[in-house]
């Protein structure tokens, strides 16, 4: 164990001469200088976008002195580090995050003042980094920030997409996408390292070493160049400073000088087109994988460039490479990152000369993975020839650890061909194809999901014959989590107030724990009182929101009914739309005195369809057209309203959450991993409308049965229904054929737009059993309803829940992944006064 040193032993570097300076003065005059000398502005002559963007350097090199301080010191100690390799990282933004972390928002807010800007319209000129499309992507935002909040050595791995995730536009009720070209302006969150750069290879071929048998020389011209951007994450209420290391294709290298001296100034620059597309877009997909070439070389480019960096860090240590395991944890974030596996082999043994079993042994204590779904379509296969094209090394090294795989397992189970055909990495297909999954679980040494339930399922599933082969122990479950910094603390400031007057200081905001001090004040009728408060001004902030983007008038005093989330069918935002048609065909039967009776519901919804997903486009249609008609109708007026809030974002979410008295989570019982929104909804005093899935599970375990609304079906029940739904009709119960003849009557426009959305339950087998699971929603939704008009029992709900969420921080998940994956440990910077 190496001494940890301190600051007087003379081994450690002081940086108390540049401590954070919280005098107003000291920092105006750095926004100042940021102002003057970074963007050559003077502060008489400003608009807000450059009042930002001087804050926000002025922020970052505070930030930056700590980033320095935290890893000198953990390379110091020789800490060993996770790594925590994700394609998507959906950050959102960050200055008001940095702010609160460093504890200096006050002060900026009174900087910005004195030159006449206010602090939350600066706030608001910052863009999103989307470099993610849904709950992986966050999650992976939410995990380095508890690593960073709890002291964790270690950094994410990602990729810096010149274009993030594409901007939703409605148009004619229709999804059109634009490009999200966040880089436009200057981005003060990155900082980039052109020293910090490697060569990829791909394609080429292979050569023999004549000294050994299993080593390869890999011989190619196709050379790209990845350089690290690195991104500071922000660690509140502790001085270390977490780091997400992205990396940009580099084009300059690519020039070819041949052809511009022979005066082809276009030709010469050709490379750099094909270079740079490798990290230019963000493949809009959740869920499902798309399969082409391009995605397959951009992930490889992240896999090499990653590994060659941890390795790059670890030889710096000198210790023999047998020792890696003991300094690197990696995370596969889904199967995305795979192929950094055989590419870990491939330097171990071609570049590094060591054996297979050396290698082996090294790789597996060094990968863990996790897995966030179990949806077919969105299980990674690539084909063998396309492999072997692009990367005939890593192809090999694929065959040979099947081959091995294999071996093992025949000798296990003598005999059983059937067995080594359902668990080869290779499928027999025409052509083969690489089952990606496979290969993360043969190359790690822990596989978890991401639910208790999801993580029972993989094991009955995907995973079946790996627990049988490999043993239980290696198949765990973690939870999933978010951060309690952006998803409270930073997202909703009053109920944050609230807060921090029970536990008496913020320290909640590290350890939500404290909030169980709640449950003490669940009959103070004042507290109460405050507590209403405060989701109803969220509420009227919502309602605000809404009007300028969508321009559509809603009632704070209606019941807040929100669904946003990635439209897919599997999420069934198709199922809430039919049941607010049957609403809608309700009310309009009812006298106006009967109508005036109702509880006043907003129904809200927001999300992203893959651009190549044409169903879920056409629910986004349908959404649309539903709304229209509802919103204009003079007869229902603020009874039912309809809104489908464009652009869903991390931004966009921190708007909507803290507003919502029910969310509904109503994926087919099995489908919905965990879900993480879920989380949110409940610790900003939302309720939860929900299938018996997912998440959904343990959170009403831990808030308790009466404060979540569960209907459906069992997943253990689905592939029965299913399987009669393959041979008989569905049976739709009046609720829902009312829905159907409403949309098949022109109601809502051209029913023939919408009779593919009927015809995949009538005729499609219903896959996600919308059919079955209907009347006991519009049940589910007259017991909200009934709940929601009992004030008092509301409110209990409500603070209740809040009170008990706990479980569900992303610092109890990464202090469980800590613990039992990775073997690391919190490692706080010394106190230097930063
Ligand atoms: N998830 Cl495979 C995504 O957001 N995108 C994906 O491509 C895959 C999974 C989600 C999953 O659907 C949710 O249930 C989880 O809560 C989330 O990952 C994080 O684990």
Redesign the pocket.
Known sequence: QPKTPTRDDGEFRDYSHSEISRDVATIKNSVVMHLTATFLRTPANIDSGQAYLASAFSVRDRLLQRWNLTNEYHDKIGAKRVYYMSLEFLIGRTFDNALLALGLREEYSKVLGDVGFCLEDIIDEERDAALG?????R?AACYVDSMACSNYPGWGYGLRYKYGMFQQQILNGYQVEAPDCWLDSPNPWEFPRPDVTYPVKFYGHLVRDPQSEHRFKWESNVVYDAMAFDVPVPGYGTTNVGNIRLWSCKTNTLFDLNKFNSGDYQGATGGQVAAQILTDVLYP????SEGKELRLRQEYLFCSATMQDILARFRKTNRPLSDLPDMAAIQLN?THPTLAVPELLRILIDDEGLSWDEAWEITTRTFAFTN??I?PE?MEKWPVPMLDKILPRHMGIIYDINLFFLQTVEKQFPGDRELLRKISIIEESNPQQVRMAFLACVGSHKVNG?AAIHSDIIKQTIFKDFVRIQGEAKFINKT?GVSPRRWMNECNPDMSALLTEVVGDRSWVNDLTKLNQLEDRISDAGFRERWWAAKQKNKERLAEYILTTTGIKVSAHALFDVQVK?IHEYKRQLMNIFSVIYRYYQLKQMSPEQREQELHRVVIFAGKAASGYWVAKQVIKLINSVAEVINADDEIGDVLKVVFIPDYSVTAAEYIIPASDISQHISTAGT?????SNMKFVLNGGIILGTVD??NIEIGEEVGEEQIFFFGCLAHEVEDFRHYLRFNQPKPDAALQTAFDMIQRNTFGDAQLFQPLIDAIMRGGDVYLLSVDFPSYIQAHKAVEEAYRNHDEWVTKSILSVARMSKFSSDRSIQEYAEEVWNIEPQPVLNCGL
């Open positions: 499309n849904g709950g992986l992507g999650l997909n959740d869920n499902t889904d966030h779904t949806l969105a991401v999933n990635r919905e991993a965990s879900g993480t997912g998440a």
